[in-house]
Nanobody, 121 residues
């Protein structure tokens, strides 16, 4: 079994910073990609940023220059450093990972439970 554990959410004022962490654990054979999605009330979930095992990065245009995604492959952990936060960044942030477990020949997507990020004016 594979689990994703998230941490780092909270309440901050506009212009502040937060750092989200997501660690994958369990019967992992290989982690191919990890990333962060977010969903605000009334909106569909969107990709914020993702990073592959090799370091290839995709980021939403709305967070470029403010958010940085990084990973520690040895720890199966991905981080999202969020700076210059805006009220419109308020959402539930969920970790996603594409992982092949030791019980499978193919990778599957896994999701964390989500962590709330609230940015006040």
């Amino acid at each position: 079994q594979v689990q994703l554990v998230e941490s780092g959410g909270g309440l901050v004022q506009a212009g502040g910073s937060l750092r989200l962490s997501c660690a994958a654990s369990g019967n992992i054979f290989s982690v191919y990609a990890m990333g962060w999605y977010r969903q605000a009330p009334g909106y569909q979930r969107e990709l914020v940023a993702s990073i592959t095992r090799e370091g290839r990065i995709i980021r939403a245009d709305s967070v470029k220059g403010r958010f940085t995604i990084s990973r520690d492959n040895a720890k199966n952990t991905v981080y999202l450093q969020m700076n210059s936060l805006k009220p419109e960044d308020t959402a539930v942030y969920s970790c996603n990972a594409n992982i092949r477990s030791t019980q499978s020949d193919y990778p599957d997507d896994y999701w964390g439970q989500g962590t709330q990020v609230t940015v006040s004016s």
